[in-house]
C-alpha cells in the first residue's frame, strides 16, 4: 500500500473509534491535607465531560457535566440538595475533544496525579438566588439526562467579579448574610444579597 493511503485509513480508523468513545479517567488529586480520587468521562460524540469530586478540605461533594456544544456546566450538590446551571467561558473552555487529548497525553506521561502545591490554582466566585429555581425542562438534553439522577431544584449560577468584595455579616440573631459590592456602571457600588445562612 501506498503511503498516503496508509496515513488516510489510520486518520478514518481514528476518527471512527474516538467519534463514538467514551473515556475515562481517574486523577489522583492532592489539595493541601486532603488526598481523593476525582474521576473524568469524556464523551467525544455528545461533545461533553463528567467530572465527580469527593467532598475534601472545605469543598462539598459534586457530580457536573460540562456540555461544550450548549456552552454550559450543571454542576449538582447532594449535600445541599441542589443543581446549579452556569455558562461555560467560551474564551477559556475547550471542547471534550482537546479535554480528552490533554488526559490522554498526561496518562502516556504515566501522570496521574494532580498536585495543587505544583499548580497555579485559580480561584472563582459564583452565587445563586435561591427564589429563581429554573424549569428542568429547559435544560438541554445531556444535562436533563445527567439531572434525572438528582432532581434537585437547578440555580442560575452567576459569577461574582475578580474586583468584587466579600462582607460577611453577622446580626445579634446568629443570621449571617453575604454581600457582594462590585462597580457595575460609573463606578457606583451596588450591593448584592449572596444568601441567607
Not at 151 to 165: L, S, T
Request: a negative charge.
Amino acid at each position: 500500500m501506498n503511503r498516503s493511503l496508509m496515513i488516510l485509513l489510520n486518520a478514518l480508523f481514528f476518527s471512527v473509534v474516538t467519534a463514538f468513545m467514551d473515556m475515562k479517567f481517574g486523577y489522583h488529586v492532592i489539595e493541601g491535607n486532603a488526598r481523593y480520587l476525582e474521576t473524568i468521562e469524556t464523551n467525544l460524540a455528545e461533545n461533553t465531560v463528567k467530572i465527580h469530586i469527593p467532598a475534601h478540605n472545605d469543598v462539598m461533594e459534586s457530580y457536573q457535566i460540562q456540555d461544550f456544544r450548549q456552552g454550559q456546566q450543571l454542576k449538582c450538590l447532594p449535600s445541599v440538595k441542589q443543581c446549579r446551571l452556569r455558562d461555560i467561558d467560551r474564551e477559556s473552555a475547550g471542547n471534550a475533544g482537546q479535554i480528552t487529548e490533554g488526559f490522554i497525553h498526561s496518562w502516556n506521561k504515566g501522570d496521574n496525579t494532580i498536585n495543587s502545591a505544583n499548580e497555579e490554582v485559580v480561584k472563582e466566585m459564583y452565587y445563586v438566588d435561591l427564589d429563581e429555581v429554573i424549569d428542568d425542562n429547559s435544560l438541554a438534553r445531556s444535562l436533563k439526562e445527567f439531572y434525572q439522577d438528582f432532581k434537585f431544584p437547578v440555580y442560575k449560577e452567576n459569577k461574582i467579579p475578580q474586583d468584587a468584595e466579600i462582607l460577611n455579616i453577622t446580626r445579634s440573631s446568629g443570621e449571617t448574610t453575604l454581600y457582594v459590592i462590585y462597580s457595575i456602571l460609573n463606578d457606583y457600588n451596588l450591593p448584592i444579597n449572596l444568601c441567607t445562612m
